[in-house]
């Protein structure tokens, strides 16, 4: 049974790069045909996807982060990594990771980032 935990700072200062990892168990990150996403939720807003790194490691995001985005992976520890740069408070958010394909969405739990100084 695949899961996924995000782990990372719950804290970042403003200017400074979020950086989260999320650890896939029960199934290997390269595996086809999985895409692996960041997805986050401001408070009171909805869901907003951020990107994903595909099981070819090909990345994709999205277009109003993707200046700031980048996804990348270290398959020996079947994991990959979310980095944010440049955070500003509208960055607060709870982050999931999640397992995609066909439009069907394994979730992590969730991780608060609270921008702030």
């Known amino acids: 049974q695949v899961q996924l935990q995000e782990s990372g700072p719950g804290l970042v200062k403003p200017s400074q790069t979020l950086s989260l990892t999320c650890t896939v168990s029960g199934v290997s990150i390269t595996t086809y045909p999985w895409y692996w996403s960041w997805i986050r939720q401001p408070p009171g807003k909805g869901l907003e996807w951020i990107g994903y790194?595909?099981?070819?490691?090909?990345?994709y995001y999205s277009p109003s982060l993707k200046t700031r985005t980048s996804i990348s992976r270290d398959t020996s520890k079947n994991q990959f990594t979310l980095q944010v740069s440049s955070v500003t408070p509208e960055d607060t958010a709870v982050y999931y990771c999640?397992?995609?394909?066909?439009?069907?969405?394994?979730w992590g739990q969730g991780t608060q980032v609270t921008v702030s100084s």
């Open positions: 999640a397992r995609e394909s066909g439009g069907a969405y394994h």
């Open positions: 790194i595909a099981h070819s490691g090909s990345t």
